[in-house]
């Protein structure tokens, strides 16, 4: 079975220059998820969605960071503009629901940006 | 805000050695708990849960030990081998709508 796929795998830019960052969840998942990682911070939540719908967006650092999820197969991460701070590894996860409860979060391999 | 936390930011094992890497947790309302595995240039890859009506669960060569006393996660591997060697987070959840948070990870090296 194909896992979460995200895309591009890396990417170089320069500061000012917008982004886009693509991530396919895996099928049948209702939940799908942002984090941003990197040495000083680790893995941070940006913002998830359940069932297409933004949940909670706390974790997005400003209004340059955008999401969406137009439809239960494909979500978009867009920075604009950028800038060197945003160089991180993003990561798309996904997960089925479970009732109630939390429920395995299955990563992607992750985005890694650098903005010059 | 509450978080999650590690005690060890980087262990050292020998190859066959037994290895422990803990977590301290501070949101007593969270009530299920998962170990990532992540190796380099990859995502992170479930390991073994746990939920708070528990205080030890096995997997293969893992085992997870719960204290909600003293708000504590281990993950122990047994007979240690080279493919353990990876960055190991704790995540913590709970009722509300599957959002995890993790923990700095600790970082497993395993000498041959």
């Known amino acids: 079975d194909a896992g979460v796929i995200q895309s591009p795998r890396h990417e170089v830019t320069e500061m000012g220059q917008e982004v886009t960052l693509r991530c396919k969840p895996i099928s049948g998942h209702d939940y799908l998820f942002w984090y941003r990682q990197t040495m000083m911070r680790g893995l941070e939540l940006l913002i998830y969605f359940n069932n297409n719908v933004p949940i909670d967006d706390s974790g997005m650092p400003e209004d340059r960071f955008s999401a969406k999820m137009p439809n239960a197969s494909f979500s978009t991460l867009k920075i604009q503009p950028s800038e060197p701070r945003d160089s991180a590894v993003y990561f798309c996860?996904?997960?089925?629901?479970?009732?109630?409860?939390?429920?395995?979060?299955?990563f992607g391999e992750g985005s890694r940006l650098t903005v010059l | 805000g509450e978080s999650v936390g590690l005690h060890l930011p980087t262990l050292s094992v020998q190859e066959g050695d037994n290895s422990i890497i803990n977590c301290a947790y501070s949101?007593?309302?969270?009530?299920?708990f998962i170990w990532y595995k992540q190796e380099s240039g990859k995502g992170p890859q479930f390991i073994i849960d746990?939920?708070?009506?528990?205080d030890k669960r096995q997997g293969q060569r893992v085992t997870v030990l719960l204290n909600k006393t003293v708000k504590h996660l281990s993950l122990q591997i047994a007979a240690t081998q080279p493919g353990d060697s990876a960055v190991y987070f704790c995540a913590e959840g709970g009722r509300a709508g599957n959002k995890l948070t993790f923990g700095g990870g600790t970082r497993v090296l395993v000498k041959p």
């Open positions: 746990i939920r708070s009506n528990m």
């Open positions: 949101n007593s309302a969270s009530d299920y």
């Open positions: 996860a996904s997960s089925p629901s479970r009732g109630s409860y939390t429920g395995e979060l299955f």
